[in-house]
């Protein structure tokens, strides 16, 4: 399961930064003996309000403790540092 927390800042009419926390933790049961030490992270990025329906942002997520959660869950897929670009239409 995954959670996260992001306050926006506008710099301009359109152009904002973002920057929170983040944890990943695994629930249930796994095949493989897995450690169920929670990943906590810090997010930061930027964004832009193309209009009233649709926005772009940029976010990169570094983890800041060492645990052997991978993506996903998965223990072989190791995920440090994650980058994102993501468009968002608003209905």
């Known amino acids: 399961m995954r959670n996260s ?22 629930i249930g049961q796994s095949l493989v003996p897995l450690n169920r030490t929670p990943r906590y992270g810090v997010i930061n990025g930027v964004g832009y309000d193309i209009n009233d329906n649709m926005l772009i942002e940029a976010k990169s997520d570094f983890s800041i403790n060492n645990t052997g959660l991978g993506a996903f869950g998965e ?14 239409l608003k209905f």
């Open 5 to 26: 927390i992001t306050v926006k800042k506008k710099l301009t009419k359109n152009f904002y930064v973002l920057t929170g926390v983040s944890s990943e933790r695994i």
């Open 75 to 88: 223990p072989l897929l190791l995920t440090p540092q994650v980058y994102t670009l993501v468009g968002k």
